[in-house]
Structures are given as structure tokens and as C-alpha cells.
């Protein structure tokens, strides 16, 4: 499956984003789906994730209460609603797929990626 990240852009802190990722294939709703980000310097962490049917979602702690992940598989496409966003938000934000469950939360256990997408929040 191929992933198509967008939405990035500059934002004020306090201000909101909706990152889309759009997959391609027939079989996107088999997948489970996860946002993850990589900040300059830093290792790429978990942001999010979403099972297949989109029934259950999985937030990392530093996200949780302001970002929503959902997706419409209908559409193939997984969106990460980020509200209420921090400097400490600025990275570049990568979807992945994962055949099996969803939750994981290690990059390494993700079989796809996007090609990321920027989200800069200025202070």
C-alpha cells in the first residue's frame, strides 16, 4: 500500500491542524493505521494509531486530550486532528499501515509509510 501525507503547515500555538493521509489499494481497511513525528535531532516517536475498523484509538500521553486520530475506509483515508498545538508539536508527521493489531506503538512494527508532512508551531 502506498501513503500520502498532507495538511502541514505554520500555525500559532493554540491554533489547530488536520493531517490527512490517503492510501491507495484495495485492502486499506485491513490495515490498522499510526501517526508518528520526528523533531529535528530527535528519534521518531508515536503519535497515534487507530485500529482497522476505526473502533479503538491509541494516543500517546503527550498528545492525548488534544489530537483525535478517525478514518473513513470507504475513502481510504486516515485524518489526525491536532487541537490546541505546542511549539513542542513541530515536527514532521509521518502515517504508517501495519498488518495486525493496532496500538504498537514501536516505527519498527509498521510495514508502510507516508513521506511526512511539516507541522511547524510558532510560540
Known amino acids: 500500500v502506498q501513503l500520502q501525507a498532507s495538511g502541514g503547515g505554520l500555525v500559532q500555538a493554540g491554533g489547530s491542524l488536520r493531517l490527512s493521509c490517503v492510501a491507495s489499494?484495495?485492502?486499506?481497511?485491513?490495515?490498522?493505521m499510526g501517526w508518528f513525528r520526528q523533531a529535528p535531532g530527535k528519534e521518531r516517536e508515536f503519535v497515534a494509531a487507530?485500529?482497522?475498523?476505526?473502533?479503538?484509538?491509541y494516543y500517546a500521553d503527550s498528545v492525548k486530550g488534544r489530537f483525535t486520530v478517525s478514518r473513513d475506509n470507504a475513502k481510504n483515508t486516515v485524518v489526525l486532528q491536532m487541537n490546541s498545538l505546542e511549539p513542542e508539536d513541530t515536527a514532521v508527521y509521518y502515517c504508517?499501515?501495519?498488518?495486525?493489531?493496532?496500538?504498537?506503538?514501536?516505527?519498527?512494527?509498521?510495514?508502510?509509510w507516508g513521506q511526512g508532512t511539516q507541522v511547524t508551531v510558532s510560540s
Open positions: 487507530i485500529s482497522w475498523s476505526g473502533g479503538s484509538t
Open positions: 489499494g484495495r485492502t486499506f481497511s485491513s490495515y490498522s
Open positions: 504508517a499501515a501495519r498488518r495486525g493489531s493496532y496500538g504498537t506503538t514501536t516505527s519498527g512494527s509498521y510495514n508502510y
